[in-house]
Structures are given as C-alpha cells and as structure tokens.
C-alpha cells in the first residue's frame, strides 16, 4: 500500500456583484443559467445542484452566516483529460453562487487547465449586464488571507 498526503493552494476566483448590475433578478435565474451553460458544453458533464443552505439549516448542528440568504453549488465535470488518478481528488468542479447581504458572490477553484478556467471565468463574468463594465470586486486568491483585488 502507498498513501501521499499533498498539501495544495487551491486559488479561488470570486466575482461580487449588486442585483442592479446582473442580467437576472434572482439567485434561482442564475443557478438555471449555469446549469444551462454546463449542459449545452460538449465537454462538461452536468451532476447536480446542491442547496447548501437548506442542507445545513437542515442539520442540527448546521450553521449559516446571518447575512447568507441563499447558497447552491453547481455541480459538474470537464471531460478534457484525465492524466492520473490524482486528478480524481479535485474533481468534479462547483461553481458557488451565494446571496450574501443582497448581492450575489460567484466562485470556484481555478481549474489548472485553462481552458476550463477561462470558461468559467466567462460565464461568471457574463452574468453582468454590461460584459465589458469593469467589475466592483473581483478576487482571486492561492491562501487564506492571500487576495489579489482588481477593479
């Protein structure tokens, strides 16, 4: 038997944005919207989506930020390649949406191809309604208290 523990900096993209400046007017709009962008791509396979927030309000021991009013991960997977069995520990992707405060907070683990990277990137980005309007927060960070902001 081999075992290996790797500890790893997964970075993060996050992109905040207000309801006024997204093309939909509810968090349930934007989930549909990915799971739509994920089944149409020919090398995505859609699995499912999951309301965290139900399921850990719904846990006694479950506890929420008082500012999340509503949070779902898409869950899916690129079918790009598949190198070694490794890669199975960071797969499959998720891409957060989460109504914190009355804004919605968009992020996922920055896929190592960037291919995949770059998709995602645009659908999030393409949730705003002006696409070439700079961004208000925009984040990406390796480490816990290691954020690059842009703006």
């Not at 797969?91 to 907070?105: F, H």
Request: with cysteine.
């Amino acid at each position: 038997m081999k075992q290996v523990v790797r500890e790893i900096a997964l970075p993060i993209f996050n992109i905040e944005m207000e309801f006024a400046e997204c093309r939909f007017d509810t968090v349930e709009a934007i989930v549909s919207y990915f799971e739509e962008q994920v089944r149409s791509h020919r090398a995505a396979c859609y699995i499912a989506t999951f309301n965290h927030l139900q399921h850990t309000t719904g846990l006694p021991e479950g506890r929420v930020a008082d500012e999340i009013e509503a949070a779902y991960n898409i869950v899916f997977c690129f079918g790009f390649s598949l190198q070694d069995a490794e890669q199975l520990a960071t797969r499959p992707r998720s891409i957060g949406v989460c109504q914190c405060g009355g804004k919605i907070s968009i992020s996922f683990v920055e896929a190592p191809m960037p291919v995949a990277n770059a998709l995602m990137e645009q659908w999030a980005k393409s949730l705003l309604l002006d696409e070439k309007q700079q961004l208000p927060t925009s984040a990406r960070s390796g480490q816990e208290g290691d954020a690059r902001q842009t703006s």
